[in-house]
């Protein structure tokens, strides 16, 4: 079983627009679609359509849309209600597949609301394989959401004396850095998802000022390797899963590192590529699979949401992990473990 958590769920409202977006002008909109979206929702659409038996926690009420909208999709749900509509998160997607996200801030989480979804996680979880903690934590008071929630599985593991899940964390800015600072220095995650841009904010917030920006990190994937390579021991996670655009992804680990180059797409939208390819990682991991192989299912689901519209994250046969090109690494950066 993998449970995912997404604290700040969101109805995704993709409009399509039959010519390029210009701005301060009216326009006709093409076709316009709802789905359930927020990062560890479209992980779990995406475990649950490929026959992975996943959890979906979000905090949100029983009558909210956003979970007659999981629930019609078959997805297992546990819904913390917590007194106020999901929010609306909107993309405006354009022909040639550039999508522009206007998201929402959501609304904050009342103190008893955030009890509830720790203890439901810790309960759901502490016997699970994965823990997935995904997206935005709601404003407030709730930055420290991600390493109460680890915290509180790991307590009801030892509790009930079984190993608990492996963890892996698809966030940004200061919630995640919020997990890799947790437990006195060292991160209990197996696995983080940053892109390019994520990567270098985090390794700036914790004072490494000599790692690129994102923007040129995701034009050097040897520059972004090294990099990686190099953050990996300072942050103490198990593995970084770094998605690179339409350059592929990176998977760096304790015993090796290996990219990953997607086949040709044509480009719909981009919204829900970087939550497939943890799907796909998942599946593969849950499957036994060897790094190369978890590394090239990330990548072809990835690019199979990439070509799909709006927050669509693809089913199984809708990839091609056979066109992805996986290509092991030698290490060159120092200072690893
Ligand atoms: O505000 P967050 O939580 O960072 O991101 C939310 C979101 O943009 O992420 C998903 C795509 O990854 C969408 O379904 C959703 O609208």
Do not use: F
């Not at 849309?65 to 998160?89: C, D, H, K, M, Y």
């Not at 203890?119 to 934590?137: C, H, I, K, M, P």
């Not at 109460?148 to 009801?156: F, M, N, P, Q």
Request: aromatic share 2%; net charge negative.
């Amino acid at each position: 079983m993998i449970v995912t958590v997404t604290a700040n769920p969101s109805i995704d409202r993709t409009i399509d627009l039959a010519a390029p977006l210009r701005l301060g002008e009216v326009q006709v909109v093409a076709s316009m679609r709802e789905q359930a979206g927020g990062k560890g929702v479209n992980v779990a659409r995406a475990l649950h359509a490929a026959d992975v038996d996943v959890l979906a926690v979000v905090p949100c009420d029983g009558t909210d849309p956003l979970l007659a909208e999981i629930a019609a999709l078959g997805v297992a749900t546990v819904a913390v209600p917590t007194g106020a509509p999901v929010r609306s998160n909107v993309t405006v997607s354009e022909p040639d597949g550039t999508t522009t996200k206007l998201n929402a801030e959501g609304a904050p989480l009342d103190a008893e609301v955030v009890t509830r979804l720790i203890a439901e996680t810790a309960e759901r979880a502490a016997t699970a394989q994965w823990l997935v903690l995904a997206g935005s934590v709601p404003p407030g008071d709730t930055i420290d959401l991600y390493p109460r929630l680890i915290a509180a599985v790991r307590a009801r593991s030892a509790e009930l004396g079984v190993a608990g899940p492996a963890v892996a964390v698809d966030t940004s800015g200061p919630a995640l850095a919020s997990v890799i600072r947790s437990e006195s220095g060292r991160s209990s995650v197996d696995l983080i998802k940053p892109n390019a841009h994520e990567l270098a904010e985090l390794a700036a917030t914790l004072g490494h000022t000599e790692v690129a920006d994102g923007d040129t990190l995701e034009a050097d994937p040897d520059l972004a390797l090294r990099t990686a390579e190099s953050l990996l021991p300072v942050l103490g996670v198990g593995a970084i899963l770094l998605t690179l655009g339409a350059a592929g992804a990176l998977l760096v680990t304790r015993d090796g590192s290996w990219s990953a180059r997607p086949p040709r797409i044509t480009l719909r939208s981009t919204v829900g590529a970087g939550d497939s390819s943890l799907a796909g990682y998942l599946s593969a991991v849950h499957a036994g699979h060897p790094p190369d192989r978890v590394l090239a299912l990330a990548v072809a689901y990835g690019a199979a949401a990439a070509s799909l519209a709006g927050s669509s994250v693809p089913r199984p046969d809708q990839t091609r992990p056979d066109l992805v090109e996986v290509t092991a690494l030698p290490r060159i950066a120092a200072g690893h473990q």
